[in-house]
Nanobody
Framework: QVQLVESGGGLVQPGGSLRLSCAAS????????MSWYRQGPGKEREFVAK????????RHADSVKGRFAISRDNLQSAVYLQMNRLMFEDTAVYYC????????????WGKGTQVTVSS
């Protein structure tokens, strides 16, 4: 089992940047594929990005490709989401998630961190 705690959200102007962090408990962090999801106001939760166990392979949603970058540090048991050129439609609660395989749905979720893009 793993517990996930997100941080780094906040209020940012369009075009700005934020870096989200997710701290994971437990010694099995490197066995998990880590992901970021988000849920905007009135919207379904959607996939943002994921990274394989050792950080070599990543995948990003088309809506964030070229603007966001996922990374991980297995020594720190942490996963990050660098968000650049933020837009109004990036406003959402961002969730960190862990799954045991690349093509499996996440089994563990954090409680989320709010990102608001507003002028």
């Amino acid at each position: 089992q793993v517990q996930l705690v997100e941080s780094g959200g906040g209020l940012v102007q369009p075009g700005g940047s934020l870096r989200l962090s997710c701290a994971a408990s437990g010694s099995t962090f490197k066995t998990f594929v880590m992901s970021w999801y988000r849920q905007g106001p009135g919207k379904e939760r959607e996939f943002v990005a994921k990274i394989e166990n050792f950080g070599v392979g990543t995948r990003h949603a088309d809506s964030v490709k070229g603007r966001f970058a996922i990374s991980r540090d297995n020594l720190q048991s942490a996963v990050y989401l660098q968000m650049n050129r933020l837009m109004f439609e990036d406003t959402a609660v961002y969730y960190c998630a862990a799954s045991r395989a690349w093509n499996r749905q996440p089994e563990y979720w954090g409680k989320g961190t709010q990102v608001t893009v507003s002028s």
